[in-house]
């Protein structure tokens, strides 16, 4: 049994969480794994009962659990003055990062082929295939250095400052992320000027050499970096960088699959690690049953090959979601005019009904080489060995 601690939090997430959780339900039904769910508050519906923004039961539960499946955070932006809000994403978010050592932010960018109109760029790139997973550093680098004015308000400073200890742990993440993907790490850097990114080549290179040769390794300025995600997204696998680098950089890539609501991504830290959408709560639409799960289902399956190694399950569920898709299947925020939206129950059913007739596929595929090869097998004498 895997420990999952669910916190839904705000807006739209309650509701999309629901069809992230009947997904693991389906991947349960196929795998035999079994996930002990348990919902804990978090953000705006935390402070409604506790009047705290992450409340010590929420952490005690998340310390406890074998991974953190996080759903979205924040109010009406014309209540954030509001003590229930304000605050709030600093106050659950840095906490957890902070308590749970989260130090890598992984957030994959995948354009789908039949979503193709929904993303800014060429059909002609778009059809080298995008499939970017960015890892960045999260705790380190020129957010979390020395910050200062002068008394006169003329000069500032701000620090960029890593340790290779820093550095070894986002790139341990990359390399062996690549080994579940196409192989290949380019680490983004401005070495030509900051000595911050010699280090953080020269770790890179020594890692890799001493445990990652097999996977292979390129090196890009960040300057370049920026124009080669819109220019030619095709040539990243897993794309590695500090801390600012990888703000910039994850914000470009986000918007190439066209949607907010088609992103996950997972912050991993040295013990349990945390899932969540891209996008925010949404308040907007929220209790309206049109939010887009999508961005939910799939950080459940990175929990699934991040936090419990069912890489198998992990692209079921990825599978899944791009047979619904390209069945034509449609929320508001993906649909093209003309196009009928379907609801976010609709739609999360139609990934569980996807998932398990993709498990029975498998199985049947399974079954037909199994008895293939029985056939193809030299057999001898009844009581005599084969061959």
Same mark, same amino acid.
């Not at 034509?328 to 005019?337: N, Q, V």
């Given at each position: +049994? ?36 348990? +919902? ?22 998340? =310390? ?20 229930? @809000? ?14 749970? *050592? ?52 003329? =000069? ?7 340790? #290779? ?34 280090? @953080? ?11 990652? =040769? ?7 300025? $960040? ?46 830290? *040295? ?18 049953? $049109? ?32 047979? $619904? ?5 449609? +929320?508001?925020?993906? #649909? ?7 609801? +976010? ?13 993709? #498990? ?7 079954? =037909? ?9 030299? *057999? ?8």
């Amino acid at each position: +049994t895997k420990n999952v601690a669910v916190l839904p939090g705000d807006g739209i997430g309650p509701e999309v969480m629901d069809e992230a959780l009947k997904v693991l339900a389906a991947v349960t039904k196929v795998s035999g794994v079994t996930f002990a769910t348990k +919902t804990h508050l978090i953000g705006g519906a935390a402070f409604d009962a506790t009047g705290e923004h992450y409340p010590d039961s929420t952490r005690q539960a998340c =310390s406890a659990a074998d991974a953190i499946l996080f759903g979205s955070i924040g109010g009406p932006t014309e209540e954030s003055h509001l003590p229930k @809000w304000a605050n709030a994403e600093r106050n659950a978010l840095l906490g957890l990062r902070k308590d749970f *050592t989260l130090a890598v932010n992984l957030r994959p960018a995948v354009v789908y082929p039949m979503l193709a109109q929904l993303s800014p760029l060429r059909p002609d790139i778009i059809a080298k295939g995008v499939d970017i997973l960015v890892v960045r550093e999260l705790v380190g680098g020129i957010y979390f250095g020395e910050h200062k004015t002068a008394a006169d308000g003329k =000069s500032a400073v701000d620090v960029m400052e890593y340790s #290779a200890d820093q550095i070894r742990v986002a790139l341990k993440f990359a390399f062996e992320a690549a080994r579940k993907r196409s192989n290949k790490v380019t680490v983004v850097d401005k070495a030509n000027v900051l000595d911050c990114s010699r280090l @953080w080549r020269s770790v890179a290179q020594e890692m890799h050499a001493a445990a990652y =040769s097999d996977v292979k390794m390129d090196f890009m300025l $960040v300057d370049n970096a920026a124009m080669q995600i819109i220019k030619n997204p095709a040539a990243f696998d897993v794309l590695c960088t500090e801390n600012m680098f990888g703000d910039i950089l994850s914000d470009a890539a986000s918007v190439l699959p066209g949607s907010l609501g088609l992103m996950p991504s997972a912050s991993l830290g *040295t013990g349990v690690h945390m899932y969540e959408p891209s996008g925010g709560s949404a308040p907007d639409i929220a209790g309206k049953g $049109v939010a887009n799960p999508i961005a939910q289902v799939l950080s459940a399956a990175l929990m699934l090959r991040y936090s419990f190694d069912m890489d198998k399950e992990a692209q079921l569920v990825e599978k899944a979601v791009s047979a $619904v898709l390209d069945a034509g299947l449609r +929320t508001g925020d993906i #649909a093209l005019p003309g196009e009928k939206a379907v609801s +976010t129950k609709a739609m999360g059913d139609a990934i569980v009904a996807k998932v398990l007739e993709g #498990a029975k596929e498998k199985s049947r595929a399974l079954l =037909s080489a199994a008895a293939a090869a029985a056939v193809s097998a030299p *057999t001898g004498p009844p009581g005599q060995p084969a061959g």
